[in-house]
């Protein structure tokens, strides 16, 4: 199938989904659902290898739980979280957010995880990067996104500083990993810096006015 | 200039010169993870003293499709 087709055939599927918010060249974001919560989206949190930086590797996820933290994210206006889907296999494969969206000071966290093994080769990662930091500074008008990492997880700081963010600081002995405390570092954007990027993706966008 | 990129790919994939094709792939290489990707990003760019935008960084799914962008912005010349 040449490439024109696979792209029709993309299009026909992810276009009328009144779910889809946003869509790159490999993934596309859509709203978290009851399906994805009892699928494997709980699942990755029982997982020591996507867990290895969280807080959350302490408590088993259950499907409950999961359920409890969709209808969170559901109603909250304090966070943007939505699914990542590939976009060949239309398989959900892991969650972005914009978490304690600051709307006075304009400001919000970035985190991204990729759950399924399989996508976690840096470039589902980069592009979901990417474009919840365009929703951020495009649809939500944020000032600055930042993103905190412990110092040992290089992949996820690294691919954050690939697209422009840059370390301004470091919780010191921030979080308890394989039993020693490390720092957290803390990297950050602005908008301004954003818009000028040759970092920033061509989002194509569903259900987006601008 | 092929050469430099083998290395480049060689080093990041931590595998030898000789492992590294055209068809070395994110699908089919066991070390292909996010620091990799950074490591051949950041490599490329110093190396062959160019500035890639969000649209490079997506080419670097192969070997090939980053040889071909580095043929297209006239960095390769083999």
């Known amino acids: 199938m040449s490439d024109n087709k696979i792209k029709d055939e993309v299009n026909k599927y992810v276009y009328p989904s009144e779910f889809a918010y946003a ?47 969709l ?19 239309n398989k959900h494969i892991g969650v972005c957010s914009l978490g304690s969206i600051d709307y006075i000071n304009r400001h ?11 996508f976690q080769n840096g470039l589902y990662a ?11 500074f495009s649809r939500l008008n944020l000032h600055k996104i930042y993103a905190t990492g412990a110092e040992s997880n290089q992949n996820g700081l690294m691919l954050t500083k690939l697209l422009g963010y840059k370390e301004s600081g470091r919780f010191k002995e921030h979080s308890f990993i394989k039993g020693k405390y490390e720092d957290s570092i803390i990297l950050e954007i602005l908008q301004v810096d954003w818009f000028k990027s040759p970092k920033r993706p061509k989002l194509m966008q569903l259900n987006y006015d601008e | 200039m092929k050469k430099k990129l083998i290395k480049i790919f060689a080093d990041a994939l931590k595998i030898s010169e000789k492992e590294v094709t055209d068809n070395t792939s994110f699908k089919n290489t066991k ?10 990003v950041t ?16 080419k670097f ?18």
């Open chain 1, 23 to 69: 869509r790159g060249e490999h993934v596309y974001f859509r709203y978290l659902t009851e399906e994805d919560a009892k699928g494997e989206w709980h699942l990755w949190f029982n997982s020591p290898e996507v867990t290895q930086y969280m807080g959350a590797r302490r408590w088993f996820n259950t499907i409950d739980n999961q359920l409890e933290y």
């Open chain 2, 31 to 40: 070390h292909w993870d996010s620091l990799a990707m950074v490591m051949m």
């Open chain 1, 71 to 89: 209808q969170y994210v559901k109603t909250t206006k304090d966070r943007l979280t939505l699914a990542i889907i590939d976009i060949k296999t």
């Open chain 1, 108 to 118: 919000a966290e970035e985190s991204c995880v990729i759950g399924d093994k399989k």
């Open chain 1, 126 to 136: 980069l592009e979901s990067i990417a474009m919840i930091t365009e929703i951020g």
């Open chain 2, 43 to 58: 490599a490329v760019e110093n190396e062959f003293g160019i500035k890639l935008n969000f649209e490079d960084l997506q």
């Open chain 2, 61 to 78: 799914v192969s070997f090939k499709a980053v040889y071909d962008l580095l043929k297209e912005k006239g960095a390769c010349n083999e």
